[in-house]
């Protein structure tokens, strides 16, 4: 039903509506569509007619007098060639006259047509008193078929032939006397209803799609109107784009080339006629790549990172890249992004902007921004170009480096800006005191290096050093503070001591570090012997990495006894290195080593889980229950990593963290770096014990400690090994009890090594004691029969 509806009434309603909205134009194009529809065949036509007539007057001759057959044919041939005539004059001058007045002509001649065709069957009948069926069949199929074939593109057409073919023989059998041939009158009208109704059809629908055909042709012919038009705009957008010093190109979404301008060519110099609509980004950029010379591999790496660029871009939005070209010019592409997927690129010449900002920061990189002094790198090839100089002349040459000694502690105690002033004064007074032949540079932070073209023997090399060591003492006032510095000075010699930069310096600065190690203010000169200290130093760094694995790291642990009961209170555990070779190696010498490489962290987090182990073992044995020491590195402790280990080895040994002591140096605490603090509030809060291990030996102030979360203070060894000998030292003992005790801290004191420190430590109500006195540290089987054996 529905597809019915749409099938008849839907489309005639729609081809009514919309050809109520066609203009004359349209109208008089749909008269021609049909005028030139209804030519169709003609020839064939008016052949078939005339063939058909004379048949049939052959089959007639014999009762149809001649004169009546004549005039018969003579009217089919007029009728016919009438038709003719019309298409004719429409082909030859198609405005000579009106469509519709031809198709009106057209409809009169296909009404004489077939009134002669109608009018044939009654003089047929009225001759022969009866119609010859057969005649009758090819009769109604013809009509039929001319109705449809001739008139379904002109509406009228169709009943002005259907009507007077058939209303003739339907009329004059009806008037019959004779009932056949009434009933087939009736039958007759009842085709020619049937008839007119299938032609209506036929004509709805030629006609319906003669519409659309027009339709259709005016959209065309108005998007052909459009494209000329836009063709002009587009010409004079070319023309705009052309006039632009950059250059512009834009790709569709798969960056195929839609739209470029002149400068394109210029700028990757392409032949005039290279680039095309449809051209992809990838064969333009390997035909330029080609034409520069670049090679197959070359050119498909610099495709794929263009590539990858311009994905990139397409993820951000726009696209911002510098383009190098094979001539020296710089361009800038900046690409935007269109709605669509299109790209728009615009390269624009760059090339002196980018030439002067290159030289600014060569400029820059050349110079320490502080002091405006030379840097290390513009250091370094100076020192190449003297030394090739000085290769040529035999001259030895001197490389020196200053270091200034506490630079940190003016930093944290000042501030940044106190630190940055005294660096300036500091390269002042070394400026003031060079001469011609010394080239002084500021390698950044509190390092400076001069090269001085001279023989390490003579006056000037040592007496420069000493100068500015004795200068730099000298208090520096600024901002109203009076700075108490030293400098430490490296020394080394071209070409005795190597002849290659690098190395040079590297020598420079293992004298620097030894001058540094022996103490503030000295200097240092620097001999092979203390490269093969650097060299072994790295071949143990390589030997702790590569040991780590095996079971050459072990604990041992040293007992700690309360000076009141004299049981013991507690346990350090520290790390001994079994070497397979080397055999003991002590932690003094080791240690230092594996915080500089952070071996330290690896290595704590191997044995901190033993150490918990050794501690919850002994707690199931049955002996009183201590807590285990274990010494942190400040470097792990300061790693995000920490507190999720020690929460870990806790968990894994089962141990209560209160049986868990962890000993940190006062540097941690004097960073006030925040991290550090909120570390040490987690691990109060887990339960574990905190000792400030070495106490007396840093900045830390006790005041200060007081607000920190800490249970412990162990008074450095250093403190206790002079305090029979010196009375300070046992002042300084004597305030960090009372002081200590006041803040609720427990004190232990280290390196007792005497049985009198034992007891005056233990007068001066120190609360606990380790040192060799009591124990040394050993593997913790001995540990467990040393205990059983003081109970
Ligand atoms: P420390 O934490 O101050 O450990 C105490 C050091 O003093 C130990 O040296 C110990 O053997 C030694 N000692 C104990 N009693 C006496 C005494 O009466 N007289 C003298 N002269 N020395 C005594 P050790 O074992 O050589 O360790 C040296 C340093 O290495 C330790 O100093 C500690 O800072 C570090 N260390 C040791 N084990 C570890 C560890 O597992 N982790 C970390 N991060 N550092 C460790
Ligand atoms: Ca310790
Ligand atoms: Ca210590």
């Not at 018969?72 to 030859?92: D, K």
């Amino acid at each position: 039903m529905k597809m019915e509806t749409l099938g008849s009434d839907y489309y005639k309603n729609k081809i009514i509506e919309e050809n109520e909205q066609l203009n004359q134009i349209e109208q008089d194009h749909i008269c021609a569509d049909q005028m030139s529809f209804l030519s169709k065949g003609r020839a064939l036509v008016v052949f078939v007619n005339l063939t058909a007539a004379l048949i049939l007057l052959l089959f007639v001759e014999s009762y149809v007098p001649f004169p009546l057959s004549v005039t018969w044919f003579s009217f089919v041939a007029i009728s016919m060639f009438f038709r003719l005539a019309l298409f004719r004059m429409w082909r030859n001058d198609p405005d000579r006259i009106q469509p519709e007045k031809w198709l009106s002509l057209y409809t009169g001649a296909m009404f004489f047509t077939a009134s002669a065709w109608g009018s044939s069957v009654v003089f047929l009948i009225a001759s022969n008193g009866q119609l010859d069926p057969v005649y009758f069949a090819t009769f109604l199929a013809g009509v039929a078929t001319l109705a449809i074939i001739n008139g379904s593109a002109h509406f009228m057409a169709t009943y002005a032939f259907i009507i007077p073919a058939l209303v003739p023989l339907s009329v004059f059998s009806i008037l019959q006397e004779h009932e056949d041939s009434v009933k087939l009158g009736f039958i007759l009208s009842a085709f020619l209803i049937f008839l007119i109704y299938v032609g209506h059809k036929a004509h709805t629908l030629v006609y319906g799609t003669l519409v659309l055909k027009n339709k259709n042709d005016l959209l065309v012919s108005k998007a052909m109107e459009q494209a000329r038009k836009n063709k002009k705009s587009y010409e004079s957008i070319q023309h705009l784009l052309d006039q632009m010093g950059a250059g512009v190109a834009l790709f569709d979404k798969n960056f195929n080339l839609l739209l470029w301008n002149k400068s394109c060519y210029q700028i990757f110099n392409f032949p005039n006629d290279y680039l095309g609509v449809g051209l992809n980004i990838k064969d333009i950029l390997r035909s330029y790549y080609r034409s520069v010379g670049k090679t197959a591999d070359r050119i498909n790496e610099l495709i794929q990172e263009r590539m990858t660029e311009y994905d990139q871009g397409r993820e951000t939005g726009n696209i911002n890249i510098q383009l190098n070209m094979a001539d020296g010019k710089i361009f800038d592409i900046k690409g935007d992004f269109l709605e669509d997927g299109s790209t728009i690129l615009n390269f624009t010449d760059v090339t002196h902007r980018a030439k002067a900002n290159a030289e600014a920061l060569f400029q820059m990189g050349q110079k320490d921004p502080l002091s405006g002094l030379p840097n290390r790198l513009t250091f370094k090839s100076q020192l190449k170009k003297i030394l090739r100089i000085s290769n040529k002349k035999k001259c030895k040459v001197v490389i020196t480096l200053l270091n200034i000694d506490n630079f940190k502690f003016v930093n944290d105690t000042y501030s940044v800006s106190v630190g940055d002033s005294l660096i300036i004064e500091i390269a002042t007074i070394i400026q003031n005191n060079l001469d011609e032949n010394e080239y002084l540079a500021h390698f950044g932070g509190d390092e400076f290096g001069i090269i001085g073209q001279y023989d390490l023997n003579s006056k000037r090399s040592l007496e420069l050093a000493e100068k500015l060591s004795q200068q730099i003492k000298e208090p520096i006032s600024i901002n109203g503070e009076s700075l108490n510095t030293d400098v430490s000075i490296g020394l080394t010699q071209y070409p005795e001591d190597d002849r290659n930069v690098n190395n040079l310096l590297r020598n420079a600065d293992i004298a620097l570090h030894k001058a540094k190690k022996e103490g503030h203010g000295k200097i240092v000169i620097y001999n092979n012997s203390m490269h093969f200290e650097i060299q072994n130093r790295n071949i143990m760094v390589n030997e702790i990495r590569e040991s780590l694995a095996s079971s050459q790291f072990i604990l041992h642990y040293q007992p700690q006894i309360d000076l009141k009961t004299r049981q013991i209170s507690g346990v350090e555990a520290l790390m001994r290195w079994r070497h397979p070779d080397k055999g003991w190696i002590s932690p003094a010498e080791f240690i230092p080593l594996a915080e500089l490489s952070k071996q330290i962290i690896p290595l704590t987090e191997q044995l901190l889980p033993e150490a918990c182990q050794q501690a919850q073992s002994w707690q199931e044995q049955g002996l009183p229950i201590f807590p285990v020491s274990v010494n942190i590195s400040p470097l792990h402790f300061k790693e995000k990593s920490f507190v999720p280990l020690v929460r870990k080895c806790l968990e894994e040994a089962n141990l209560e963290p209160e049986r868990l002591d962890l000993e940190i140096t006062e540097g941690i605490i004097m960073d006030r770096a925040d991290e550090s603090i909120s570390t040490l509030k987690e691990l109060y809060d887990l339960g574990v014990k905190l000792s400030i291990d070495d106490f007396g030996t840093g900045y830390s102030s006790l005041t200060y400690l007081r607000s920190l979360p800490v249970h412990n203070l162990k008074i450095d060894q250093s403190f206790i090994h002079d305090m029979l000998a010196e009375t300070d030292s046992r002042s300084v003992i004597a305030a960090i009890i009372q002081l200590g005790h006041s803040f609720d801290l427990k004190i232990i004191a280290e390196g007792v090594e005497k049985l009198e420190e034992l007891e005056l430590l233990a007068e001066m109500k120190c609360d606990c004691a380790q040192g060799y006195h009591i124990g040394r540290p050993m593997p913790p089987d001995k540990l467990t029969q040393w205990i059983k054996e003081h109970l």
